[in-house]
């Protein structure tokens, strides 16, 4: 097939892109590279050992949207791209709800015009909302608890609303758990602006020295040890996903799919210190800090979905997802470069 990746240059968009040329399809990179660096399309490329069709702008702009698909002939997008903090979603609303509903209305727009029917959509457990049992199921209620998890609801329902109108559609609503890892090489990984949002980010950058301690956000949860536990995912179990879903979207009936792309097992803050402790050799402080606002105490996913239906498992452990994040971590202490 041949495949448009929105947000093809981010940490999940890159790892995909690289199983997907491995897969032996056809690869266009869409970026704006708001959140992302040039440099890591020479690293895709190396590991592909092809060049990478790479289209810069925003997908905001529908009149370039429109001209790409005009160009291009598209069998089927799978979209990363949009904004993700959920801090800076509360302080800046209206930027997220325009750029990442915008993205989605240009693609939908132009996929209609040019007779592109598959899409597979980065959704995100957080549209499970407040206070979910676990693990959770795909068919919970959706809702949110910050306005970056209502644009991820908001998506999943255009993307609803659009397969009613045009039954043609085959959409995959991939619902992500934790993505931590890297690829094994150490040359792709996460790579944050400024001070890392999420937990496994902030923890290699106290390992490799660019921050002091971890703040652990409360140790008075109902959990194993009182600190938040989550279903962190290797980011390549979690490229591997897309590959098989987006395989499924063209053999089945159904306009709308939902996967929670998840492990099923939970890991507590402290235990995930402790495992990169033991990927990277060394002790790393640490001190306890009040509750984050908004935060849950348990999240992971019964992924006996997408076992069944796609044949798909995540197969890498917690000490696979921090060997390899130190990996990176550590022959790029400073990410990637400009
Ligand atoms: N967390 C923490 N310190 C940090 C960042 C995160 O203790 O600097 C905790 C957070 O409270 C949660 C877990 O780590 O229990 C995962 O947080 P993250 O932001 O990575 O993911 P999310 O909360 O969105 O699932």
Request: hydrophobic share 40%.
């Amino acid at each position: 097939m041949r495949v448009l990746v929105s947000g093809g240059a981010g940490f999940i968009g890159s790892h995909t892109v690289v199983q997907l040329v491995a897969a032996g399809h056809d690869v266009v990179v869409v970026d704006s590279f708001a959140n992302s660096k040039r440099s890591v399309v020479a690293r895709i490329e190396a590991l592909t050992g092809r060049p990478v069709e790479l289209h810069a702008f925003d997908l905001t702009d529908r009149d370039k949207t429109e001209r790409l698909f005009g160009e291009e002939a598209l069998d089927a997008v799978i979209h990363f791209a949009g904004y993700k903090a959920v801090g800076e979603s509360v302080e800046r609303p209206v930027d997220y709800y325009e750029n990442n509903l915008g993205t989605t209305f240009s693609l939908l727009r132009a996929m209609s015009r040019h007779g592109v029917s598959t899409m597979v959509f980065s959704s995100s457990a957080t549209v499970y909302g407040a206070d979910p049992p676990v693990p959770m199921q795909e068919d919970l209620p959706t809702s949110a608890t910050n306005p970056y998890g209502w644009t991820k609801v908001m998506q999943e329902q255009i993307f609803r609303d659009a397969a009613v109108a045009d039954p043609s559609l085959r959409i995959a609503l991939l619902r992500y758990f934790n993505p931590v890892g890297a690829h094994p090489s150490g040359t792709m990984g996460e790579d944050p602006s400024g001070i890392p949002n999420n937990l496994m980010p902030f923890i290699a950058q106290v390992a490799v020295g660019r921050r002091e301690r971890l703040g652990v956000f409360g140790n008075d949860y109902p959990t194993v040890d009182g600190t938040g536990v989550r279903d962190y995912i290797h980011v390549e179990d979690l490229a591997a996903g897309h590959i098989a879903a987006l395989h499924r979207l063209t053999q089945t009936d159904e306009p709308v799919s939902v996967w929670n792309l998840g492990t099923g097992q939970g890991t507590s803050v402290l235990e995930l210190l402790h495992a990169f402790e033991r990927a990277c050799g060394h002790e790393l402080p640490y001190e306890v800090l009040p509750r984050r606002a908004g935060d849950i105490a348990e999240s992971y996913a019964d992924p006996s979905r997408a076992h069944a239906e796609l044949g798909w498992r995540a197969v890498k452990t917690i000490d696979d997802m921090c060997r390899d994040t130190w990996r990176w971590q550590s022959q790029n202490p400073e990410g990637y470069p400009e």
